[in-house]
């Protein structure tokens, strides 16, 4: 059975039309890129797929794990296991990130009727992944995204992949604004994070970030829609031709 | 499907203090003229300086106007429509044992969760509060002060004003109007002319107080104001933590609480007075509510004194209040930490004022204002550098936070320096609960509710790390119980 299912989907924001009738298939242990011009539709996707207010479905269905969800509050399909990061992290002064991510984390355990995980065994965690992303521990004290640097910002959202384990990653232009030693660690954690369960949706700019994080299909969306998939050579081929090309 | 956080602000909070107790009362017809005054002072068979104290306040008041230059718009308060005392009827003989105290009352407080049974509550029954000791304050008269025999060991006089002018007489009088004078303002002038009770608090020379003190108030009885006046003087190198507490029934029509404090705090002393203030609001239509008009100001009168207020301010229709700090002594501190939360038709104009006036002196102001609603919360500061107070130091930060976009946030910072060594330094942010940082906690499986809250918590961690830690646990939960409204 797929993880992920969009069928045919319209949407609309503020009363533009942006996808006009997109397929995307997304099956467990699967790392799906999806590439594109600037105002092709990839961030309209990730919103879609989160359920931000403003986007809305006009046709065709969203389902996850066999649900159609969209009529699912964000923080339900959080519940459910789908999971964005974003492409600019919010800051939310004075919230620290220890307790933004033990809120995140007790919230979606109570909402799976699973137990809390206990505070001690919490922040262990906390420490290790912040350390393997190269964050200063301190960092888990600062508050969330508080006069974090772009980088850092990122890091951050892959140590919340990390943390909640989600079903879907949804990776909005994760490696926009990243040098290349912060690409790779951030590649390394999404490759951690991958495996026969999971499946990652994979938006970005430009081919270097699969050279460090290989797909298993590349898709080209241009003006609302799915015109090219293949697999890993197409993102090749895409950085040799362009876009100009397919569209 | 998804909230904004447009949709968030509806309102129907919940004012979880609403209740009406079942208490006979004796209470004086409405209206004010000396008769009235001399009565109040006749029931608490005060000595005669105070009642002609109250009547030369009486006369002031009557020549006064009540002021007009707050941010604030509401029809004129009927002075003649107000009872000016009202007491339980088994109190009216005075105080009595907590044993034959109405069971009624009692009740009120345990509902309120405040312990008046010092057994349970240094057995802990009560977990809010462990070992504190309280003064209750209904309507017009104090009903019980808990844990004064271990306060008296330490020395430390902890009793209800009416009772410290009998047996602290030379205290009362050479401290009551010394910070504020009869005739400040027109409410102060009201206040020193028709007070009820309060509290009073002397700590002795050196001694740090073993116990958070606080008083609590409640308004029942209808059509009553509530006029207390608070004391505080602390000996030279004493400390005192104090809490003060208020919550009212709902009812339709406005009601008027005028309070007076003063705080006095000799050479070395430190006074940390906090206030978590829940009168009720007002419904979502802005019918009903306590007007909270209150004059708070403390003196650091010796050398390296200390004075801190921190408030929690959610509650009141409208909200007039400055506690401010005269920094008289030299190398003295003042400070002002300050959560002020409005919503529906709530109005609240609020700050401080910093009165440098020794060497070296050094003040904090750091102010959150909230705004939901349709409501308007201002910030009003002035710190004032007397020409005497060389190196004296001030910083102000003032942060407002709106959400939604029906409510309004103001800043009226007033600057008067008159020393060139002086460095007065003052910042103030404007933010809104964006839909971004809600859609952000909410992707990570926090409901909106919660989302919001965090939020506010986060806003105000800098005022909340002030208070006392179980006052701590106290806010965080009514600033949520407040917010009820703004997050659906």
């Known amino acids: ?237 895409l950085e040799k031709k362009g876009y100009a090309w397919l569209t | 499907m998804s909230h904004s956080v447009d949709d968030l602000v509806k309102s129907n909070a919940e004012y979880q203090a609403g209740f009406i107790s079942n208490i006979e009362s004796d209470t004086i017809p409405p209206g004010l003229d000396e008769s009235v005054v001399r009565f109040i002072s006749a029931k608490k068979g005060e000595p005669q300086w105070l009642t002609e104290w109250r009547l030369e306040a009486y006369t002031k ?38 044993a034959e105290v109405d069971p009624e009352l009692l009740r009120t407080y345990e509902k309120l969760g405040i312990p008046l049974h010092e057994q349970e509550a240094l057995a802990g029954v009560i977990q809010s509060r462990p070992n504190v000791a309280v003064d209750a304050v209904f309507d017009s008269v104090s009903i019980a002060t808990t844990f004064k025999d271990k306060l008296a060991e330490a020395g430390v006089v902890f009793c209800p004003i009416s009772e410290a002018v009998h047996s602290h007489p030379e205290l009362v009088q050479k401290y009551l109007g010394s910070v504020v004078p009869k005739g400040d303002n027109f409410y102060a002038a009201l206040n020193s002319a028709v007070f009820s009770d309060g509290s009073f608090v002397y700590i002795p020379k050196g001694v740090r107080c073993p116990m958070e003190l606080s008083t609590y108030f409640r308004i029942n009885e209808r059509n009553t104001g509530q006029f207390e006046r608070t004391l505080i003087i602390a000996d030279e190198g004493s400390h005192v933590s104090y809490l003060e507490g208020c919550t009212a029934p709902m009812r339709d029509e406005n009601q008027l609480h005028a309070a007076v404090v003063e705080l006095v705090a000799l050479g070395d002393a430190q006074i940390k007075y906090s206030t978590v203030q829940n009168w009720y609001p007002g419904d979502e239509n802005g019918k009903g509510g306590i007007y909270n008009f209150v004059t708070k100001r403390g003196l650091c009168a010796g050398a390296r004194s200390k004075i801190s207020w921190t408030q929690v301010e959610t509650g009141s229709a409208i909200t007039w209040k400055y506690p401010s700090v005269v920094l008289r002594g030299d190398h003295s501190v003042g400070e002002f930490y300050s959560v002020a939360l409005t919503n529906n038709r709530q109005q609240a104009d609020t700050g401080t004022k910093m009165i440098h006036m020794g060497k070296d002196t050094r003040s904090t102001i750091i102010s959150k204002g909230i705004s939901t609603g349709r409501s308007e919360n201002s910030y009003r500061g002035l710190v004032r550098i007397s020409p005497t107070a060389s190196g004296a130091r001030n910083f102000t930060q003032c942060d407002s936070l709106l959400i939604g976009d029906t409510c309004g946030a103001h800043t009226f910072p007033y600057i008067e320096n008159s020393n060139t060594q002086a460095i007065v330094e003052h910042e103030a942010t404007t933010s809104k609960v964006s839909e971004d940082q809600l859609f952000a906690c909410q992707q990570r499986g926090i409901d909106p509710e919660k989302a919001v809250s965090m939020i506010v918590n986060g806003f105000c961690k800098e005022v909340f790390k002030e208070l006392p830690m179980e006052f701590a646990v106290e806010a965080g939960k009514l600033l949520e119980v407040s917010l009820e409204g703004a997050v659906g």
């Open chain 1, 1 to 237: 059975m797929s993880l992920l299912n969009v069928k045919n989907v319209t949407a609309k924001v503020a009363e533009q039309n942006i996808l006009k009738g997109l397929n995307l298939e997304v099956k467990a242990g699967e790392v799906h890129a999806i590439m594109g011009p600037n105002g092709s539709g990839k961030s309209t996707l990730a919103n879609i797929l989160a359920g931000k207010p403003g986007y809305e479905v006009t046709s065709g269905s969203v389902e996850f794990d066999g649900h159609d969800i969209s009529d699912w509050e964000p923080h339900e399909r959080a519940h459910a296991g789908i999971f964005l990061a974003f492409q600019y992290p919010v800051e939310i002064p004075g919230v620290s990130n220890m307790e933004f991510l033990k809120a995140s984390l007790d919230a979606k355990a109570f909402a799976n009727k699973q137990e809390q995980t206990n505070a001690a065994a919490f922040i262990k965690q906390a420490r290790s992944l912040a350390e393997s992303l190269d964050l200063n521990p301190d960092f888990l004290k600062r508050g969330v995204n508080e006069g974090f640097s772009g980088g850092e910002k990122k890091r951050n959202e892959i140590l919340q992949l990390l943390l909640l384990q989600p079903r879907l990653a949804v990776l909005d232009e994760t490696d926009s604004g990243l040098d290349i030693d912060a690409l790779q660690v951030v590649a390394e954690g999404v490759n951690r994070f991958r495996n026969d369960n999971n499946g990652v949706v994979l938006i970005t700019h430009y081919q270097r970030l699969l050279d460090y994080i290989v797909p298993d299909y590349v898709h080209v969306l241009a003006d609302g829609k799915i015109v090219q998939s293949g697999d890993k050579s197409l993102a090749l081929e």
């Open chain 2, 61 to 98: 008041w009557r020549e006064m106007t009540a002021p007009e230059w707050a941010h604030v718009h509401f029809p004129p308060v009927d002075f003649e429509s107000i009872s000016y005392y009202s007491a339980p009827k088994d109190m009216s003989d005075g105080p009595k044992s907590l």
